[in-house]
């Protein structure tokens, strides 16, 4: 496609509930990155997959938050016995994942706007 | 530790004006740094980036920023904003070596324009 998207754009669910968030990165790109944005904050890295493969997972919060890229393209953020403080909004993006990982350009897509009542 | 710091939360100007948004970074070598533009309902866009070479980098939308080593900053300008220009800002440096390579962002600039 032309840009990242995700979907759902809003999840409203219950505590305790389990969420799957889904990213489409751009065409192509191997490196595929989630981010989180709490309210008034700047989005904090959460994991980074080159190809099928997590290389950085230092990022996510605990062991209720996992991500799978199974075929390389498609991303699927999942977060189990979902807590109110996973409210936020999640950040996807991708980069051509070829050269320089600092120095490539990060295509953030819309977000998942999270709200655990 | 890398940070971004982005000292202003909140930001007015009017229109025409210009603009300078602040950033200052915390970082043992000379970093990759990024601003993004995000508005309502949008995802982060990339104003533009410094890796090396010229200090003064040019971005998109009539944006240019500064790198200056001795201040640790990186700050963004723009001679005269635009209502458009109403969005949030982040700063943002990119760590290196081993398996670094995210982003680390500032908490953001809120730019409101008035007529």
């Known amino acids: 496609g032309a840009g990242v998207s995700q979907t759902p754009s809003n999840k409203v669910t219950e505590k305790g509930k389990y969420v799957e968030l889904r990213c489409d990165p751009i065409s192509g790109h191997t490196a595929l990155y989630w981010y989180r944005q709490s309210l008034g904050q700047g989005p904090e890295f959460l994991i980074y997959f080159q190809g099928t493969g997590a290389a950085d997972d230092s990022g996510l919060p605990n062991d209720r938050f996992f991500a799978v890229r199974p075929e390389g393209s498609v991303s699927t953020l999942k977060i189990q016995r979902t807590e109110r403080g996973d409210s936020a909004v999640y950040l996807c993006?991708?980069?051509?994942?070829?050269?320089?990982?600092?120095?490539?350009?990060?295509?953030f897509g819309p977000g998942t706007r999270l709200l655990v009542l | 530790a890398q940070s971004v710091t982005q000292p202003d939360i909140h930001i007015t100007v009017s229109e025409g004006a210009s603009l300078e948004l602040r950033c200052n970074y915390s970082y043992g070598a000379t970093p990759y740094l990024f601003w993004y533009v995000q508005s309502p309902g949008q995802g982060l866009q990339l104003l533009l980036k410094y890796f090396s070479g010229d200090t003064l980098v040019q971005g998109i939308k009539g944006f240019e920023a500064e790198f200056k080593r001795s201040q640790s900053s990186f700050n963004l300008r723009k001679p005269s904003v635009h209502w458009s220009d109403a969005a949030e800002y982040f700063c943002a440096v990119g760590a290196y070596g081993g398996s670094q390579g995210n982003l680390i962002f500032g908490k953001g600039t809120k730019l409101s324009v008035k007529p």
């Open positions: 993006a991708s980069s051509q994942g070829t050269g320089l990982r600092s120095r490539e350009t990060q295509y």
